[in-house]
């Protein structure tokens, strides 16, 4: 029987899942690969750990609950230029849930939530998990080998405090409060941060903080634009203007 090779599907494995050239995937990602693909013995598949790198690979014992294949190529990936990390402030569950996911489609190098004043709740550990896992589906469907960092929830204050390593820090705003981006944007950067309030945006204290930690205020025009919105097309922006 003709073996299977599977071109356009990324399967994932934790880095510390790779041992001496072969690597063990998940009970989850096996059961994927038995059940659902049909994929056995000797059929080609390509992984990746997330951190950069493809594995193209031939599997060598299939079962429902363990799928262990041998390492055949490993090729790097770009990175999406610039790195931007995006610094959200908490939307409704929903809407997050599609800010994740399409996120890390076009690219962003990690995700920061954000608990401010007008945030409606706070994020819960499942909430925090259940992000993650998007993000990891949104890397594969979108053939990426970046997964982007999901972290912890933080406050304005703690976020703010840790941006000295960025080229430049971009703050959403009203129209009447900022400049259109290909204003402020310059060749060169290499890491970007980018903030977007919740709903409501930020509070004035809240742009006083983020100005005094050097963010630039900017707006996308005269219309107003929900807030997982407004990050996604400022995210695909950037990768065009800086490109």
Same mark, same amino acid.
């Given at each position: 029987?003709?073996?299977?090779?599977?071109?356009?599907?990324?399967?994932?494995?934790?880095?510390?899942? #790779?041992?001496?050239?072969?690597?063990?995937?998940?009970a989850? &990602?096996?059961?994927?690969?038995?059940?659902?693909?049909?994929?056995?013995?000797?059929?080609?598949?390509?992984?990746?750990?997330?951190?950069?790198?493809?594995?193209?690979?031939?599997? &060598?014992?299939?079962?429902?609950?363990?799928?262990?294949?041998?390492?055949?190529?490993?090729?790097?990936a770009?990175?999406?230029?610039?790195?931007?990390t995006?610094?959200?402030?908490?939307?409704?569950?929903?809407?997050?849930?599609? #800010?994740? &996911?399409?996120?890390?489609?076009?690219?962003?190098?990690?995700?920061?939530?954000?608990?401010? &004043?007008?945030c409606?709740?706070?994020?819960?550990?499942p909430?925090?998990?259940?992000?993650?896992?998007?993000?990891?589906?949104?890397?594969?469907?979108?053939?990426?080998?970046?997964?982007?960092?999901?972290?912890?929830?933080?406050?304005?204050?703690?976020?703010?405090?840790?941006?000295?390593?960025?080229?430049?820090?971009?703050?959403?705003c009203?129209?009447?409060?900022?400049?259109?981006?290909?204003?402020?944007?310059?060749?060169g #950067?290499?890491?970007?941060?980018?903030?977007?309030?919740?709903?409501?945006?930020?509070?004035?204290?809240?742009?006083?903080?983020?100005?005094?930690?050097?963010?630039?205020?900017?707006?996308?025009?005269?219309?107003?634009l929900?807030?997982?919105?407004?990050?996604?097309?400022?995210?695909?922006?950037?990768?065009?203007?800086?490109?």
């Open positions: 029987m003709k073996a299977k090779v599977l071109r356009h599907q990324i399967f994932y494995f934790p880095p510390d899942s #790779l041992h001496e050239g072969s690597i063990v995937f998940s989850e &990602e096996s059961q994927h690969m038995v059940k659902s693909l049909r994929l056995g013995v000797g059929d080609r598949v390509r992984a990746t750990d997330g951190a950069g790198r493809f594995y193209d690979s031939a599997i &060598e014992h299939a079962a429902a609950a363990r799928v262990r294949a041998r390492v055949l190529k490993v090729t790097e770009k990175a999406c230029a610039p790195a931007v995006v610094f959200q402030g908490v939307v409704r569950a929903q809407r997050m849930d599609l #800010l994740v &996911e399409k996120a890390v489609e076009l690219g962003s190098a990690g995700l920061v939530p954000i608990e401010c &004043e007008r409606l709740r706070r994020v819960a550990a909430r925090l998990a259940r992000w993650r896992r998007i993000a990891r589906e949104a890397m594969k469907q979108s053939l990426r080998a970046h997964l982007p960092a999901i972290s912890e929830p933080r406050s304005l204050r703690e976020a703010a405090a840790v941006l000295g390593g960025f080229d430049l820090v971009l703050v959403a009203e129209a009447s409060g900022g400049k259109p981006l290909r204003e402020i944007i310059t060749p #950067l290499a890491r970007v941060a980018l903030w977007v309030g919740p709903e409501g945006g930020f509070t004035e204290e809240e742009m006083d903080q983020l100005a005094a930690a050097g963010g630039v205020a900017f707006t996308l025009g005269p219309h107003r929900r807030s997982e919105t407004a990050a996604l097309a400022t995210l695909a922006a950037l990768h065009q203007l800086v490109a």
